[in-house]
């Protein structure tokens, strides 16, 4: 029985998204925003040799098909990523209003968001009261830290000190729909720090917040660092997805990195968490090991948090060429009647001004027993072709676009 594979390669756009124009980093519309496009050019002009060095090197990514894809998707030509494609491939555009991470893997997984998400204002004090009083009854404090729009990092180092002294949890945002609680694993407490998130979700979800995230961290002031027990509690997906399917119909699921805290935990049997370094382990296991007609969904998000969120050019460069190496060997160790697509859920376009994500399309790959263009297709329409890749019942709009390499 096949098996099906989703690997999200978190924040890499390859440009060209029609309504990019509707979207901003601050002030500026994201139109011309471009991940995968400006870090190439920033590879070839010897401004990304950090750790690495020379033009940007994906053999097996761009193999399946990158480049073609960057070139489809917005005309630009990526030095290095230039090899002609085998299998099946394309560029996906999404519809849904946000360009946050639940969106475009909801998306991905055959469900368009439905709603406008909800934002807090640019202002200082940003959150209403009543829920800055909630956060201070669930931590039991006399008041917040932040109340704005920041950096994670930055604002860590701004106030962690603050925060020390106080007991007074740090609230931040962004232009997502998010709200953010940073604190010290060792003075505020790891369990107090999630307890606080998944009390005070509810009350956000019901305003249409998609993310309360916990963010954690460690060490001394000057020194801060963020811990990898971040956890988010997202808003439930508003129908079923690509996960749900296959669990409805008896398909052992996977949920590997953010998968099961994207989706509130539905459709996800089984969940595997960690560093990139050890999802991609996770990954491979997966591919060994997991079950006949299983579905597995991953999410590698150190591209869009440590890369792109922080306009590194470079680390996002060094942790491309990384990911390709280690994808090579799982590529191969598929078996016959498997089908793996890699793709994104949006952009963060690491030479563009601000801090958040860029409008963009994205590659789709898929390595398996299909082959052809896919040309652009919608977001929904990978979810519909890993279904019927399954042999699932599915709902919603999207449409399979595989066409079988002998002819099927």
């Not at 360009?99 to 202002?123: C, I, M, N, Q, R």
């Not at 109340?147 to 106080?166: C, D, M, P, V, Y």
């Not at 007991?167 to 694993?185: L, N």
Request: hydrophobic share 40%; glycine share 14%.
């Amino acid at each position: 029985m096949a098996r099906g594979f989703l690997v999200v390669l978190d924040s890499l756009g390859i440009g060209g998204a029609p309504d990019a124009g509707g979207f901003f980093n601050g002030d500026l519309p994201d139109t011309g925003a471009n991940t995968l496009g400006h870090i190439a050019a920033e590879c070839a002009a010897g401004r990304a040799d950090h750790g690495r060095a020379g033009l940007l090197r994906l053999p097996h990514l761009d193999g399946l098909g990158l480049g073609a894809a960057l070139r489809l998707a917005s005309g630009a030509r990526g030095a290095g990523i230039d090899a002609d494609p085998l299998g099946l491939w394309g560029a996906a555009q999404p519809v849904s209003k946000g360009k946050d991470t639940p969106s475009g893997h909801w998306e991905l997984a055959g469900l368009p968001v439905p709603w406008d998400w909800g934002y807090f204002p640019k202002t200082i004090p940003c959150f209403p009261q009543d829920v800055v009083a909630e956060v201070m009854r669930l931590a039991g404090t006399q008041g917040i830290l932040g109340n704005e729009h920041a950096s994670g990092t930055e604002i860590i180092e701004r106030l962690g000190a603050r925060h020390q002294e106080t007991g007074w949890p740090i609230c931040y945002t962004s232009v997502d729909s998010v709200f953010q609680i940073a604190a010290h694993e060792g003075t505020f407490g790891l369990d107090r720090l999630l307890a606080l998130c998944a009390g005070l979700a509810p009350m956000l979800h019901a305003r249409r917040i998609g993310r309360v995230i916990a963010r954690p961290f460690s060490g001394d002031p000057g020194q801060y660092r963020r811990t990898a027990n971040r956890r988010d509690y997202a808003i439930a997906p508003p129908g079923p997805t690509l996960l749900d399917w296959a669990q409805d119909a008896g398909r052992a699921t996977f949920g590997i990195g953010k998968i099961g805290d994207i989706f509130a935990g539905r459709g996800v049997d089984h969940s595997l968490t960690g560093p990139d370094a050890l999802l991609l382990d996770h990954l491979a296991a997966c591919v060994a090991n997991a079950p006949e007609g299983s579905l597995t969904v991953a999410n590698f998000v150190e591209f869009d948090s440590l890369y792109g969120h922080r306009r590194d050019a470079a680390g996002y460069a060094r942790h491309l060429e990384w990911f390709d190496a280690g994808i090579g060997p799982i590529l191969a160790a598929l078996r016959p009647d498997d089908l793996m697509i890699l793709t994104a859920d949006h952009g963060n376009d690491p030479t563009w001004p601000g801090t958040d994500h860029t409008r963009e399309r994205v590659p789709v790959l898929a390595k398996g027993p299909y082959a052809g263009q896919i040309g652009i297709c919608a977001f929904a329409d990978v979810g519909a072709s890993l279904a019927a890749h399954l042999g699932i019942a599915m709902a919603g709009p999207g449409k399979s676009f595989l066409v079988r390499d002998d002819g099927l």
